[in-house]
C-alpha cells in the first residue's frame, strides 16, 4: 500500500510537472477536422509539439466532458516546422455519432470540438457562394452589370464586333470571365445533381432572388452557366472564351461601378476573345495555343450533361435539345481543331496555362455516346483516353498554373460508365496509378496529404478526395478511404494553422475571413461556402508579384519553413476565394454529406 502511494505521488507530480511544462511553453497543440468525421471512415488527429511528449495518452471525451475512451499517441517519423514532433492518434473505432473532443490529461490542452456523423449540408453553401458571382445580374448585390459585354477579337468578324457575352460568373476576386473554369464549374453543378438529387432544395428563382421556381437551386445555378456557354457559341463554328482581361484589376469594386477602362470609357464595353486555337494576346505577354480541343470538348461535355439533366423536366425540353445541339457543334469543333487554348493576360504573366486537351474531347465523347448510342463517339472516346492515359498532375512534382486542367480527369469517370469491361478496367487502373502517386507523397509528411503547394493547391486537395470517391464507386474497394479523409481533413483544420479553407464553415471554428474578395474589403460581408486557394511552396510566395500584408501573420507561430498560408486581403496568392475550386468541393461534400 505505501508503494501504491509513494507511487501515485510521484507520477501526480510528475504529471504535474509535465502539464506545468506544456502550459509554460505553450509548445504543443492538437489538430482534428473541425467539422465531421464520417461513421464508416478512417478518424486520426494529430498533437504536434516542440518537445518530445514520450508515451503519450490522449483522452477522448463528449461534448459535456465525459471519457469516452483512451488513446495512445504514435510518435509519427516526419515533421514539419516549427513543431519536432508529431503524435498520430486513430481514433476510427469510434461509431457512435455525437460531439466530441480531444484532451491530454492533467494539461490545459484539448482540440475543438468535432462530430461524428455525416457533414452538414454544406453543398448549398457552396451553390450559394457561387450565385454570389454572377454576371449580368448579381443576386447579392440585386444589381445589373456589365451589360455591354463584350466586343470581340481574333473573331470571324472585325476586331470590336459588338457580341452579346452577357452572364456567366465572376472568377475569383475579381471581374473577369473565363470558359476555362466557368465550364468546369456547371459541369461540376450538373454531375453533383445526378450524384444525388435530393440532396438540393428550392429555394430561389432563376435570377437568384428568393422564391421557388420549381426547380432545384443547384439546377438555377448550372442553367445559368449553360445558358452562358451558349452565348459564346452563337454559331456553328464559333466559339468565344473570355471575356476581359487583367486589366480589370484597378483595386476593389463592385460589379456595377467597374472601373476597369479598356478604351472605351470605365465601365463600359470589354474584349470578348475568340477561340482560335492559336497564341492571343493584345499586348506583350501571348498565351500559348495549338488548337481548342480543350474549350471545345469541355463545353461540349457540359452541354450534353445539360441534355441529360433537363430532358427529365417537362418545361426544359427545348433548352435541352438546344443544349444537345450545341453539344454536338463543339465537339465536332474540337475535333477539327485538337490541342489547347489558353487563357490570355495583358499587364501581367499570369494566366490559366492549361494544356492539355485529350482528357475533355474523352469527356464530351462518353457524354455524348450515353445520350446518342452512336458507336463513333465511343470509338473516339477510347482513342482520347489512350493519348491522355494516366497523365495529370499527380504524376508530377510540380507544375504550372491551371497546366492540367480540370484537376482531375473526368473524361475516365464517364468513359468508365458507359464502355465495355475492358474499358472500364483501363480507366480503374489510370485513377488508380494518379493514386498510387499521391499515396507515396502522403506517406512523407504528417499530415498524409499527397497534393502538390502549388497556387491553387486547395482545388488539387478537392480533386484528390473526389478521385478517391470515383475509384470507390468504379471498384468498391476501400483502398484509398484515407488519402479522401486526409484531403477533406487538409480542408478542414487538420493543417499546420488548424483553419478551415471554406469561408464561413464550420461556424464554430476558424475560417479564411479576411479575403481577397470586393463583398468582404467594401461591404465588410464574408460569403459563406467559398474554398480559398490554399497554402503555396514559399518559394512561390516569395516571387508573387504585389504581395504585402496587410497587419502582422496570425499564423506566423504556425508557419512551416517550406509552405505558407495567409489569411490576409493583401495575399491573393493563398485567401482569394475562386469559383471553380469551390465547384470542386461539390460532389466530395455532397457524398460526405450522405455517409
Known amino acids: 500500500m505505501v508503494n501504491i502511494q509513494f507511487f501515485s505521488f510521484f507520477l501526480g507530480l510528475f504529471l504535474s510537472l509535465f502539464s506545468i511544462n506544456l502550459k509554460a511553453k505553450n509548445d504543443t497543440e492538437i489538430r482534428v477536422n473541425l467539422a465531421a468525421y464520417p461513421v464508416e471512415m478512417p478518424k486520426k488527429a494529430l498533437v504536434l509539439s516542440k518537445s518530445d511528449l514520450g508515451d503519450i495518452v490522449l483522452f477522448l471525451k463528449n461534448k459535456e466532458g465525459g471519457l469516452i475512451q483512451k488513446y495512445d499517441g504514435k510518435l509519427l517519423k516526419e515533421s514539419w516546422e516549427p513543431f519536432s514532433f508529431y503524435y498520430e492518434i486513430d481514433f476510427s473505432d469510434l461509431k457512435e455519432e455525437g460531439d466530441y473532443f480531444l484532451e491530454i490529461p492533467n494539461s490545459n490542452i484539448k482540440s475543438n470540438i468535432f462530430s461524428i456523423g455525416a457533414y452538414p449540408a454544406w453543398q448549398e453553401d457552396v451553390v450559394s457562394f457561387i450565385r454570389t458571382q454572377r454576371c449580368g445580374f448579381n443576386p447579392f448585390l440585386e444589381e445589373y452589370c456589365h451589360q455591354e459585354d463584350g466586343l470581340s477579337f481574333f473573331g470571324i468578324w472585325s476586331d470590336s464586333t459588338k457580341i452579346d457575352a452577357r452572364g456567366g460568373w465572376h472568377d475569383a476576386g475579381d471581374q473577369l470571365k473565363y470558359l476555362i473554369t466557368s465550364s468546369n464549374t456547371t459541369a461540376r453543378l450538373l454531375m453533383t445533381f445526378q450524384m444525388k438529387p435530393e440532396s438540393f432544395t428550392d429555394q430561389v428563382n432563376e435570377m437568384g432572388l428568393e422564391g421557388k421556381n420549381g426547380l432545384p ?7 445559368w452557366g449553360l445558358d452562358w456557354i451558349l452565348k459564346l457559341h452563337p454559331g456553328p463554328n464559333e466559339l468565344y472564351h473570355q471575356v476581359a482581361d ?3 484589376h484597378r483595386g476593389f469594386k463592385l460589379p456595377h461601378e467597374d472601373n ?6 470605365a465601365n463600359r464595353y470589354r474584349p470578348v476573345y475568340f477561340a482560335t486555337g492559336k497564341p492571343q494576346g493584345l499586348s506583350k505577354y501571348q498565351s500559348e495555343a495549338t488548337g481548342i480541343g480543350n474549350l471545345a470538348g469541355r463545353s461540349a461535355a457540359t452541354l450534353a450533361l445539360g441534355y ?7 418545361d426544359y425540353h427545348e433548352f435541352a435539345e438546344q443544349c444537345l445541339k450545341a453539344s454536338i457543334e ?3 469543333m474540337g475535333k477539327n481543331q485538337e490541342g489547347y487554348q489558353q487563357g490570355n493576360s495583358f499587364s501581367a504573366p499570369y494566366r490559366y496555362e492549361e494544356n492539355t486537351w485529350a482528357d475533355d474531347m474523352e469527356w464530351a465523347a462518353a457524354e455524348l455516346f450515353k445520350v446518342s448510342k452512336e458507336k463513333q463517339y465511343l470509338e473516339d472516346a477510347r482513342r482520347y483516353a489512350s493519348i491522355i492515359k494516366e497523365w495529370s498532375w499527380m504524376e508530377r512534382d510540380s507544375a504550372s498554373h491551371y497546366e492540367m486542367y480540370p484537376f482531375m480527369n473526368m473524361g475516365h469517370y464517364a468513359l468508365w460508365q458507359v464502355g465495355k469491361e475492358e474499358d472500364k478496367k483501363r480507366m480503374i487502373e489510370y485513377y488508380g496509378h494518379n493514386l498510387e502517386q499521391i499515396q507515396k507523397r502522403a506517406d512523407r509528411n504528417p499530415y498524409g496529404v499527397g497534393h502538390l503547394f502549388i497556387w491553387c493547391s486547395n ?13 470507390e464507386e468504379m471498384t468498391g474497394s476501400k483502398k484509398y478511404r484515407p488519402l479522401l479523409i486526409n484531403h477533406m481533413n487538409w480542408l478542414l483544420g487538420l493543417n499546420p494553422w488548424n483553419t478551415s479553407m471554406i469561408t464561413g464553415l464550420p461556424e464554430n471554428a476558424d475560417f479564411p475571413l479576411d479575403v481577397h474578395m470586393p463583398f468582404w474589403r467594401l461591404l465588410n460581408v464574408s460569403i459563406k461556402g467559398s474554398l480559398v486557394d490554399g497554402p503555396i511552396w514559399s518559394i512561390i510566395h516569395e516571387n508573387m508579384l504585389g504581395i504585402e500584408l496587410s497587419e502582422p501573420d496570425e499564423y506566423a507561430h504556425l508557419q512551416p519553413k517550406h509552405i505558407k498560408y495567409m489569411d490576409d486581403w493583401m495575399d491573393y496568392s493563398t485567401n482569394e476565394p475562386t469559383l471553380d475550386g469551390s465547384a470542386e468541393l461539390l460532389m466530395i461534400l455532397t457524398y460526405l454529406n450522405n455517409d
Do not use: P
Not at 260 to 265: F, I, L, S
Not at 308 to 314: A, D, G, L, S
Open 246 to 248: 487583367d486589366r480589370d
Open 308 to 314: 441529360q439533366v433537363f430532358i427529365c423536366f417537362e
Open 459 to 471: 482545388n488539387l486537395a478537392a480533386a484528390v478526395s473526389t478521385q478517391a470517391m470515383l475509384y
Open 330 to 332: 463543339l465537339y465536332h
Open 217 to 223: 437551386d443547384i439546377l438555377d445555378e448550372a442553367k
Open 260 to 265: 476597369a477602362d479598356y478604351g472605351w470609357g
